[in-house]
Nanobody, 126 residues
Framework: QVQLRESGGGLVQAGGSLRLSCAAS????????LGWFRRAPGKEREFVGA????????YYADSVKGRFTISRENARNTGYLQMTSLKPEDTAVYYC???????????????????WGQGTQVTVSS
């Protein structure tokens, strides 16, 4: 059974940083685009960003552009979301997801993704 497992969430003060990891098992992530989504309390799930299968291209939501960076280490079968200059409005459960490499990183709808992690909570205090 394919698994994506996020880690690295926690409580941080506004202006701080966190790095989330997404470890894959029974899935070779080099065949997949990795995306990050988040869901804040009472809100819809929101696209955060995505990275191409080889890491050459990334795409971010306007709300995180310039503050968040997505990367990947295919040799470790792991993706990352580096978050800096965090704001209270970044508080959410963060999810990583994977979709086939040829679907394009600019398609931001959640339904385009095949596999999902269970999520990790990020809380930013003011």
């Amino acid at each position: 059974q394919v698994q994506l497992r996020e880690s690295g969430g926690g409580l941080v003060q506004a202006g701080g940083s966190l790095r989330l990891s997404c470890a894959a098992s029974r899935l070779t992530i080099s065949d997949y685009i990795l995306g990050w989504f988040r869901r804040a309390p009472g809100k819809e799930r929101e696209f955060v960003g995505a990275i191409s299968w080889n890491g050459s291209s990334t795409y971010y939501a306007d709300s995180v552009k310039g503050r968040f960076t997505i990367s990947r280490e295919n040799a470790r079968n792991t993706g990352y979301l580096q978050m800096t200059s965090l704001k209270p409005e970044d508080t959410a459960v963060y999810y990583c997801a994977a979709k086939q490499w040829d679907r394009g990183i600019y398609q931001t709808t959640a339904t385009a993704y095949d596999y999902w992690g269970q999520g990790t909570q990020v809380t930013v205090s003011s």
